[in-house]
């Protein structure tokens, strides 16, 4: 009986080891990396505002790395947003991009 119990929880153990490591290498995976966010913050403009929901889900694709992108809140700052219409609003090369963009698309866009 012993026995099974030791092998029951050694399984269990295991299982929940290669549970977490998957989830934290998830997690990992999906925050941009410093590097790529500031290269897309040198090379474009993000206008937002607050209270924006979906500039928040913009805001979560970079995690931490938000700090690094260059932008600018509508709500604080109306006289740069002048021909905003919408956000969030990527400003790269002169042309918007309005809507929440994947990193993948923004480094298209970016040449990052």
């Not at 700052?77 to 923004?106: F, H, S």
Request: hydrophobic share 40%; proline share 1%; charged share 20%.
């Amino acid at each position: 009986m012993k026995k099974k119990l030791r092998s029951a929880i050694t399984i269990f153990i295991i299982i929940a080891v290669i549970l977490l490591a998957f989830f934290l290498l998830k997690n990992k995976e999906q925050e941009t990396s410093e590097e790529i966010a500031k290269c897309i913050g040198k090379n474009s403009i993000l206008y937002t505002q607050l209270g924006c929901h979906a500039c928040g889900s913009q805001k979560e694709l970079f995690g931490e790395s938000y700090q690094n992108l260059n932008v600018i809140d509508c709500w604080y700052e109306r006289e740069k947003c002048a021909n905003i219409q919408y956000t969030p609003t990527w400003v790269i090369n002169g042309k918007e991009y309005v809507g929440v963009q994947t990193i993948e698309k923004l480094q298209e866009l970016t040449n990052c």
